[in-house]
């Protein structure tokens, strides 16, 4: 573990290769097994609210039904998190030729919103813990993404380079310059 800029920061991040392959895992990341859905922080919480308004057009009736009785926010040990349906797909979940795809994220590249999605989607699959009073960044592995692996391996993309817009978007710019200063020592 490596600190960069008062975050502590997994080496696997700086070492292994990741690069989605949608067209292979189907968007499995958006669809598997758990019992909460994606963490949020404080402040989205009330934005996946007004999100839905947005993007409920593209939800199956399915979706819309369980968010009805289930809304689109629960509570996992005092934390917010999105809802999901049976403890697999999420909510915002619409399928495009059996690919598990954000309706969120949709509405944000089509120019409707200014919210892309909730920040520890965009950053998967780095995920964010505490050590201390300190932010931990860790690559949290799972076999739905290993298309990802051979993908980053094939294009030679390690995972800080394949996230480094919502790692400048959560951390900002200077300190992922910091990050790609500390991940030539990896090199």
Not at 10 to 27: H, P, R, W
Not at 42 to 48: M, N, V
Not at 140 to 160: D, H, L, P, T, V
């Amino acid at each position: 573990m490596i600190e960069v800029g008062g975050i502590f920061v997994e080496n696997e991040i700086f070492t292994e290769y990741f690069l989605c392959d949608i067209k292979k895992c189907f968007g499995d990341c958006c669809t598997f097994p758990g019992v909460y859905g994606a963490p949020l922080t404080e402040a989205e919480a009330p934005i996946l609210e007004e999100q839905f308004e947005k993007v409920k057009h593209l939800l199956s009736a399915k979706s819309l039904d369980w968010i009805k009785k289930n809304g689109v926010v629960e509570f996992a040990s005092g934390r917010p998190t999105t809802v999901c349906i049976n403890k697999r797909d999420c909510v915002f979940v619409y399928y495009s030729d059996k690919v598990a795809l954000c309706s969120i994220e949709k509405e944000f590249l089509d120019g409707n919103t200014n919210f892309r999605k909730p920040i520890s989607c965009w950053l998967f699959p780095i995920r964010v813990g505490v050590i201390g009073n300190s932010i931990l960044l860790y690559y949290e592995k799972i076999s739905e993404c290993s298309s990802a692996i051979k993908n980053g391996e094939r294009q030679k993309m390690k995972i800080y380079q394949t996230l480094r817009e919502p790692l400048i978007a959560f951390l900002g710019e200077s300190w992922y310059n910091e990050l790609i200063e500390i991940a030539m020592k990896f090199e």
